[in-house]
T-cell receptor, first 111, second 115 residues
Framework: GQQVMQIPQYQHVQEGEDFTTYCNSSTTLSNIQWYKQRPGGHPVFLIQLVKSGEVKKQKRLTFQFGEAKKNSSLHITATQTTDVGTYFCAGRVSGTYKYIFGTGTRLKVLA | ETGVTQSPTHLIKTRGQQVTLRCSSQSGHNTVSWYQQALGQGPQFIFQYYREEENGRGNFPPRFSGLQFPNYSSELNVNALELDDSALYLC??????????????FGEGSWLTVV
């Protein structure tokens, strides 16, 4: 079936270090969204990427969508303790209204 | 604050019972989706409603059903509850047009425990 895998599953970094999570889909996606979920909270929309090869930046966060529209990445520069949480990608399966969430990457930032 | 509210926030049900979860979407949002999120996992797509019609469904059995109402509220109904149905149920609303893929706003979720 359709799957979206994320790596790594967990990442512990020292405050100030960079962090990257990767998302890989078994099928082509029409678009991909990224979410952040704090412990005990709900997913919060961060950004959406639609075009092949698209790169978007939000302050210290850089998002990329692969040329084949099957993979994506989120890179955080100089992490802060406020970046703690689980980051999910969610890909929209081409030709459907269905979003498949990735397995998530739990980020812990050590002060 | 996403403008999406869900109720109840927590509930406990017995195996075999039925449950109804409610969601009030952002005003004007014509699309609502429901997700199931088990502890430590990503949200799993249950189904989506667009203008009161189901237009997409994930790998969930028919005992998961839903309704969307003209006043931007919706319901998720689960019959014959099983222990594995214990999870956080998330409602998400968006405004979809000819080009789908707009921002999705999640509610805070309803924690369901089946005992």
């Amino acid at each position: 079936g359709q799957q979206v895998m994320q790596i790594p599953q967990y990442q512990h970094v020292q405050e100030g270090e960079d962090f990257t999570t990767y998302c890989n889909s078994s099928t082509t996606l029409s678009n991909i969204q990224w979410y952040k979920q704090r412990p005990g909270g709900h997913p919060v929309f961060l950004i959406q990427l639609v075009k092949s090869g698209e790169v978007k930046k939000q302050k210290r966060l850089t998002f990329q969508f692969g040329e084949a529209k099957k993979n994506s990445s989120l890179h955080i520069t100089a992490t802060q303790t406020t970046d703690v949480g689980t980051y999910f990608c969610a890909g929209r399966v081409s030709g459907t209204y269905k979003y498949i969430f990735g397995t998530g990457t739990r980020l812990k930032v050590l002060a | 604050e996403t403008g999406v509210t869900q109720s109840p926030t927590h509930l406990i049900k017995t195996r075999g019972q039925q449950v109804t979860l409610r969601c009030s979407s952002q005003s004007g949002h014509n699309t609502v989706s429901w997700y199931q999120q088990a502890l430590g996992q990503g949200p799993q797509f249950i189904f989506q409603y667009y203008r009161e019609e189901e237009n997409g469904r994930g790998n969930f059995p028919p005992r998961f059903s839903g309704l969307q109402f003209p006043n931007y509220s919706s319901e998720l109904n689960v019959n014959a509850l099983e222990l594995d149905d214990s999870a956080l149920y998330l409602c998400a609303s968006s405004l979809e047009g000819p080009t789908p893929g707009n921002t999705i706003y999640f509610g805070e979720g309803s924690w369901l425990t089946v005992v």
